[in-house]
Nanobody
Framework: QIKLEESGGGSVQAGGSLTLECAAS????????MGWFRRIPGKERERVAA???????KYTDSVKGRFTISIENAKKTLRLQMNSLKPEDSAMYYC???????????????????WGQGTQVTVSS
């Protein structure tokens, strides 16, 4: 089992930036997808960004041009650079992993194998 641990959440004013990190307990290799999901209270968890083993990425429309997902396998770390943050980006953010995933478009809440415990992001106006 791969354990995932997020860090980097916090409070920031609108327009600011945060970088989330997800540390994996072991090296990630082969066919896989990793991604960031977020959940606002009362709403379903949504995929924000995903990346596969080939480095292909997928973003939800609301974060395109503002968020960047990357993976540094040597350090077993997934990152989400979030710029130009908006109050509507406030949520609990979760790191996720799926084994055998062939495209970041396929990563969903139903296909995730392992979840992190989440890190809170709060953006004030």
């Amino acid at each position: 089992q791969i354990k995932l641990e997020e860090s980097g959440g916090g409070s920031v004013q609108a327009g600011g930036s945060l970088t989330l990190e997800c540390a994996a307990s072991e090296y990630i290799y082969g066919d896989y997808c990793m991604g960031w999901f977020r959940r606002i209270p009362g709403k379903e968890r949504e995929r924000v960004a995903a990346i596969d083993g080939e480095g292909r990425t997928k973003y939800t429309d609301s974060v395109k041009g503002r968020f960047t997902i990357s993976i540094e396998n040597a350090k077993k770390t997934l990152r989400l650079q979030m710029n130009s943050l908006k109050p509507e980006d406030s949520a609990m953010y979760y790191c996720a992993y799926e084994r055998g995933c062939m495209s970041p478009s396929y990563l969903s809440v139903y296909s995730v194998w392992y979840w992190g415990q989440g890190t809170q992001v709060t953006v004030s106006s």
